[in-house]
């Protein structure tokens, strides 16, 4: 009896270019969802203008881009605290597949301990620059080793024991650790928001560019932010730990047959985030000029959010994630309201992962490849 086979070059001229498609649909897609709302509201803003103010009783209607550079500013600002908690996320679940629900609230305690700190060191509102400088940068090291050691307590005490077990053990417990951080603060400062010294005068403008004022609250998130994703790129990519950080999240069984003590290694990477998160908190109560124990939670929500859409274990993505979706919550706050920014958001999260599974920069996990 013979026999016919069926050569799969037909199937195969069908299919790459149906991939090619999809890749090309994806692509502009996305390009286009993220272009979404500034290019709506850039062509709203100079065809119907926006209002100004009032003068002799009537308003001023302006029609040029001066609101929408202000929504990205201000943007641009809050997502550089959503980008360094959102590097700890993706730190600690590139290197062993877990999601740290206690971070955020790690992110909490570094505002706590910073307003501590203010108060332990004399800094106020009739602190001289210098002394405010200082004081700041004392704060800010100090709080980044507190909520570093944290970090590293937590993985010693809560997630090592668990390395082994089924990972919905470890995700319980991190949620756990959660409530507790969070019971820390609110024994710690109380129920309520507590509103803080705005010691920098963070909406005071420094300058302004084609109409848009810059405040100091702006340029403070950026130098913070900036500075330490270079040094932590410098640090994973140039040195012998952050090698060790690369070669555990990619194989840890690898890792340690080649001699990289693995559970050190892990250590180190909680250390980092913990400190990022730290840091976070500081420019948070600088800018924001107010803590409240349950800050962590929502803030831990969208920092998480932004490391799946930069695309989670990715640190280029985090710190992308966490800028776009600065954007996207000044302009839904300032042009929707502030009860639609979560929805907008989440918006975007899922048409993002409609378009790219993978996230903006795709994943550096070992499940990714």
């Known amino acids: 009896m013979e026999t016919t086979t069926i050569s799969a070059s037909p199937v195969a001229a069908i299919t790459r270019p ?20 500034p290019i709506y509201y850039g062509i709203t803003d100079l065809t119907n203008g926006y209002p100004a103010g009032v003068v002799a009783g009537h308003a001023v209607i302006h029609h040029d881009l001066s609101k929408l550079g202000f929504n990205f500013a201000e943007g641009l600002s809050n997502g550089a605290i959503w980008a360094l908690i959102a590097i700890g996320y993706t730190l600690v679940y590139g ?17 706590f301990t910073a307003v501590g700190l203010w108060g332990t060191l004399g800094l106020g509102l009739t602190t001289g620059a210098l002394g405010l400088v200082g004081g700041l940068l004392v704060t800010l090291v100090i709080t980044m080793i507190v909520t570093g050691s944290l970090n ?71 130098a913070v932010m900036i500075p330490l994703v270079f040094a932590l790129t410098w640090f994973i990519n140039q040195t012998r730990a952050g090698r060790a950080m690369r070669a555990t999240a990619q194989d840890p069984e690898a890792a340690r047959l080649m001699g990289v003590n693995v559970n050190a290694t892990i250590s180190l990477t909680f250390l980092l985030g913990g400190m990022l998160a730290g840091a976070a908190g500081l420019v948070y109560a600088l800018y924001e000029t107010n803590v409240w124990y349950f800050q962590g939670f929502k803030a831990g929500l969208i920092a998480f ?41 989440f918006g975007y999260l899922i048409a993002i992962m409609v378009l790219r599974p993978r996230g903006l920069l795709g994943e550096e996990t070992r499940e990714a490849g």
């Open 18 to 37: 149906l991939a090619a498609v999809r890749r090309s649909v994806g692509r502009w897609g996305l390009i286009a969802a993220l272009a979404a709302l």
């Open 95 to 111: 290197i062993i597949e877990l999601i740290n629900f206690a971070h955020g609230d790690v992110f909490m305690i570094g505002s």
């Open 152 to 222: 590293v307590l937590i993985e010693r005490v809560a997630y090592r024991p668990l390395r082994g077990a089924p990972k919905l053990a470890a995700l319980i417990t991190a949620v756990g650790f959660s409530f507790i951080l969070q019971n820390v603060g609110l024994l710690w400062r109380g129920g309520s928001p507590q509103s803080v010294n705005d010691l920098i005068r963070s909406q005071q403008p420094v300058f302004t560019i084609g109409g848009v004022p810059i405040l100091r609250g702006y340029i403070l998130a950026l």
């Open 305 to 345: 959010t932004a490391a799946v859409m930069g695309g989670i274990g990715n640190v280029r993505g985090a710190v992308l994630g966490g800028l776009i979706i600065g954007v996207i919550q000044s302009l839904a706050d300032s042009r929707l309201g502030p009860q639609w920014t979560e929805a907008v958001v």
